[in-house]
């Protein structure tokens, strides 16, 4: 059996991060959603983004818009630019930059709305695990959890890849177009904020078995039982969130952002083994 975890999670993360932005296809709105693609992994370290022009199509700017907001991003060092026939922008190897900004996202978002979202991803997590219950195959639930069994011992960057690409394909079980397409969108934009959730080892870890509590629910056609461990995740994870917010925002006056998240690095790679390498060795 093929999965279409390997194919379809990359085109669908990339459609939900450029969907149009419109009339309020601001500078800054357009940068956004090209770090919310890079944080949830629809592109990778060394990948080239979309031309200008398709860009300026996909999110309903003016391409000048785009140029702009690729020169800021050039900046912070998220992309470089290569001239020539193979040329273009490429995702650089910047996780702290993406953190960093991740952070300020988080910072500026109100905690009402913090936590309306919340509510919006576990109302639609929790409908596609009832039907995944419902509607999953053995086989199609073996080569979630052979991916998701590979996964926990990753590094930060790659896990969170890999868990909202395992996610997606749990949401994709449902056999609901409606409900896997929303989920995606919400994900989309939940993603860079949980990124900074994994930051802290053992949030991340629940995180991990708590898919594989659902994916064991999900086998076992436990509806209330997957429903139960989507719920409670997802509400740790703002729990989290909304605590970590409100350190960033304790610590801004001494200009502590980076050093929040410097420390948090620190503990994370100490208590992972990984001495700040990602999975193949690189810093």
Sequence with gaps: MTSILAQVPPSRLRSAAFSP????GRTELVEARIVQ???????????RLPSETELSSMLGVAVVTVREALGALRHRGLIDTRRGRNGGSFVRSSHGAVEEVNALALMTMPRVALADLGVHYEAISAA???YA????TPEELHVVETILDATRELPRQSWRRRVTEVQLELAALSQSVRLTNEHVRVQTEFTPLLALQDLDTDARLATHDALVEQIAATRAGEVAAARASVRRSIRASVRWLVGFRAELIATQQDGGLRATLEG????SSSADGFDGLDGEGRQ
């Design 133 to 136: 219950c419902q509607r999953a």
């Design 37 to 47: 693609a890079i944080s949830v992994g629809a592109f990778s370290e060394g990948e």
């Design 21 to 24: 932005i419109g009339d309020e």
């Design 264 to 267: 948090r690095r620190g503990a």
């Design 128 to 130: 596609c695990a009832e």
